[in-house]
């Protein structure tokens, strides 16, 4: 099992840059995706970004250019950089660990709320 715990969201004027943060409960390493989703109000909860343990990355198409995904691994942490925010970016952004097996495996952390005002 995998717990997750995000941090650093916030309310930031558009324009803006924050820094998600996403803490696991056990190595990331070997964790073989680690992902970003978001869900705003009466929308489906989408992907944002994703990082696989070979360190290959895939984000969606709305915020290619301006957000990153990054872990560290010496702290099992992974990271969202987030640069121009816009209002749409609006949304409670939620921690994924994907582990392969028999299927797959996810995990969620609680989300952290980030919202852009214009």
């Known amino acids: 099992q995998v717990q997750l715990v995000e941090s650093g969201g916030g309310l930031v004027q558009a324009g803006g840059s924050l820094r998600l943060s996403c803490a696991a409960s056990r190595s990331i390493s070997s964790i073989n995706i680690m992902g970003w989703y978001r869900q705003a109000p009466g929308k489906q909860r989408e992907l944002v970004a994703s990082?696989?343990?070979?360190?290959?990355?895939n984000y969606a198409d709305s915020v290619k250019g301006r957000f990153t995904i990054a872990r560290d691994n010496a702290k099992n942490t992974v990271y969202l950089q987030m640069i121009s925010l816009k209002p749409d970016d609006t949304a409670v952004y939620y921690c994924?660990?994907?582990?392969?097996?028999?299927?797959?495996?996810?995990?969620w952390g609680q989300g952290t709320q980030v919202t852009v005002s214009s």
């Open positions: 990082l696989t343990s070979g360190g290959n990355t």
């Open positions: 994924n660990a994907r582990l392969y097996g028999v299927g797959h495996y996810d995990y």
